[in-house]
């Protein structure tokens, strides 16, 4: 099954793809590679998920920012390829995620972005991955990702 129909199947509504605040591109096609600019956690609204994991994020909010940001990768991949069929899978995946002092669960917060990309895309979403714990995110984030994808034409 294709990871369009996976969304069909999961009931999952991809939402419009953030657009850059800055002088910048959503995503750069290199050969068979598509790297994406970070992404952060968007609420429906408009707004994001924002404050420090270990202060007032706990790792399950962590978890579900991080799994909001997967479905804005998702939405730029979409726009950029036009099906996210066209992924013939996920390379590497970069979670910043802004941290208290003492803050070590970074990979357990990643678990939200990395998880849903498995469930969408199955094997091809397996991938490479670094959770780094960061003082500050642009505009008080909780976490932005950036990831890189092996395309096909």
């Given at each position: 099954?294709?990871a369009?129909?996976r969304?069909?199947?999961?009931?999952?509504?991809?939402?419009?793809?953030?657009r850059?605040v800055a002088?910048?591109?959503?995503?750069?096609?290199?050969?068979?590679l598509?790297?994406?600019?970070?992404?952060?956690?968007?609420?429906?609204?408009?707004?994001?998920?924002?404050?420090?994991?270990?202060?007032e994020?706990?790792?399950?909010?962590?978890?579900?920012a991080?799994?909001?940001?997967a479905?804005?990768?998702?939405?730029?991949?979409?726009?950029?390829?036009g099906?996210?069929?066209?992924?013939?899978?996920?390379?590497?995946?970069?979670?910043l995620?802004?941290?208290?002092?003492g803050?070590?669960?970074?990979?357990?917060?990643?678990?939200?972005?990395?998880?849903?990309?498995?469930e969408?895309?199955?094997?091809?979403?397996k991938?490479?991955?670094?959770?780094?714990?960061?003082?500050?995110?642009?505009?008080?984030?909780?976490?932005?990702?950036?990831?890189?994808a092996?395309?096909?034409?």
């Amino acid at each position: 099954m294709g990871a369009e129909a996976r969304l069909a199947e999961l009931g999952i509504e991809l939402p419009s793809p953030p657009r850059p605040v800055a002088n910048y591109v959503p995503a750069v096609r290199v050969g068979e590679l598509l790297f994406l600019s970070g992404h952060g956690p968007l609420l429906p609204d408009g707004t994001r998920v924002n404050g420090k994991l270990g202060a007032e994020v706990d790792v399950e909010r962590g978890r579900e920012a991080a799994r909001l940001t997967a479905l804005g990768l998702l939405a730029t991949l979409r726009t950029e390829l036009g099906s996210l069929d066209r992924v013939a899978g996920i390379v590497k995946v970069l979670g910043l995620v802004a941290s208290a002092p003492g803050f070590g669960d970074q990979p357990a917060v990643l678990n939200g972005c990395s998880d849903l990309l498995v469930e969408v895309l199955g094997d091809a979403g397996k991938h490479a991955r670094s959770a780094v714990g960061v003082a500050e995110l642009p505009s008080g984030m909780c976490i932005e990702i950036e990831l890189i994808a092996r395309v096909t034409d």
